[in-house]
């Protein structure tokens, strides 16, 4: 099988694309024939390495996420799922073989069927970002009826994050840095949107939006973490998804003061249930057609390295690689 693999840490041009044995799925495994293989930021940064780290493996294939079709189980896994349409997540996570690859192997709870009316694009775009929207969003209880706000309305997580609370009853405010990502933001059905970097009065204009503070905040900047501690509601709950380079500066008071629940998460060591939690709600929205793609960027495998650097310079959209149909 043709496959893209890295054998060191560094940048994107060290992807390169080969030939590789087809794997043969072990017990509990399927073997997916991958469509499209989505490309996420925790993909270039595995990528890429850190100080004083070293590789697990000879090589690593990448990428988490992909969609495709199962065309064969281990032992212990009903047969009857050859032929199903699927989409995967964590297909590189602790391990060698990731979805960028014409064929991939992982535990059958991994490739999960996708509709017939959901394309593989959608399918390679839900894994990391979908679940990450759908654990931070009901790590604290659902949101129906509640305020909902979603900085980064138009990233991956974002986008999902807003129709996957649209769906569950909240009342949804996003926030972006741009006309065209608001445009984004509004068609995945955000009740109102803020283009922070324009607004005169930015803590105003979303509870103005939002008609008073914010019960629940899905934040993608940890440095947002003192802004969000003055515009979230008594009770509320901030959840942040991302890192950055340096830790924030959290207003401990006033968190305490308004028994506010500050959570961090990193959906791969998410507890195992809440996991499944994530997963089953992901596969009702899309039984339910209520999540919708991003504008794709469309590289075919042999422009691997081009992928991961279009994820690195903050693509506006999905990145995503064809794989062949």
């Known amino acids: 099988m043709r496959a893209a693999l890295y054998d060191r840490f560094g940048p994107a041009d060290l992807l390169r694309v080969?030939?590789?044995?087809?794997?043969?799925?072990?017990?509990?495994?399927?073997?997916?024939?991958?469509?499209?293989?989505?490309?996420?930021?925790?993909?270039?940064?595995?990528?890429?390495?850190?100080?004083?780290?070293?590789?697990?493996?000879?090589?690593?294939?990448?990428?988490?996420?992909?969609?495709?079709?199962?065309?064969?189980?281990?032992?212990?896994?009903?047969?009857?799922?050859?032929?199903?349409?699927?989409?995967?997540?964590?297909?590189?996570?602790?391990?060698?073989?990731g979805a960028a690859a014409e064929w991939v192997c992982l535990h059958e709870r991994q490739a999960v069927r996708l509709p017939d009316t959901a394309s593989y694009e959608l399918g390679a775009s839900l894994g990391i970002p979908a679940l990450t929207a759908a654990y931070a969003l009901g790590a604290d209880g659902g949101v129906e009826g509640l305020t909902v706000l979603v900085t980064g309305g138009a990233g991956a997580v974002g986008h999902f994050a807003i129709e996957l609370a649209r769906r569950a009853g909240a009342r949804v405010v996003t926030t972006v840095s741009s006309p065209a990502k608001a445009q984004l933001a509004a068609a995945a059905g955000a009740d109102a949107v803020v283009d922070y970097r324009t607004a005169d009065d930015l803590a105003g204009a979303i509870r103005d939006a939002a008609g008073g503070p914010i019960d629940r905040i899905v934040e993608v900047a940890p440095g947002n973490l003192p802004f969000d501690a003055g515009i979230v509601a008594p009770g509320g709950a901030v959840v942040c998804y991302a890192a950055t380079a340096e830790d924030p500066t959290i207003p401990v008071r006033t968190l305490m003061t308004a028994n506010v629940l500050l959570r961090f998460m990193l959906i791969y060591t998410v507890p195992e249930a809440a996991l499944a939690r994530a997963v089953g709600e992901v596969s009702a929205a899309l039984s339910d057609s209520a999540l919708t793609e991003l504008p794709n960027h469309v590289f075919s495998l042999d422009q691997i390295a081009d992928a991961h650097r279009a994820v690195e310079e903050g693509a506006v959209g999905k990145v995503i690689v064809d794989l062949g149909r």
């Open 18 to 97: 080969t030939e590789l044995k087809r794997p043969e799925p072990g017990p509990g495994e399927v073997r997916v024939r991958v469509r499209v293989s989505g490309v996420n930021p925790t993909d270039w940064k595995t990528r890429a390495g850190a100080p004083g780290r070293e590789m697990a493996w000879p090589f690593v294939v990448p990428n988490q996420d992909g969609a495709g079709d199962i065309d064969a189980v281990g032992t212990g896994v009903d047969p009857a799922r050859v032929g199903e349409r699927v989409w995967v997540y964590f297909a590189q996570w602790n391990r060698q073989f």
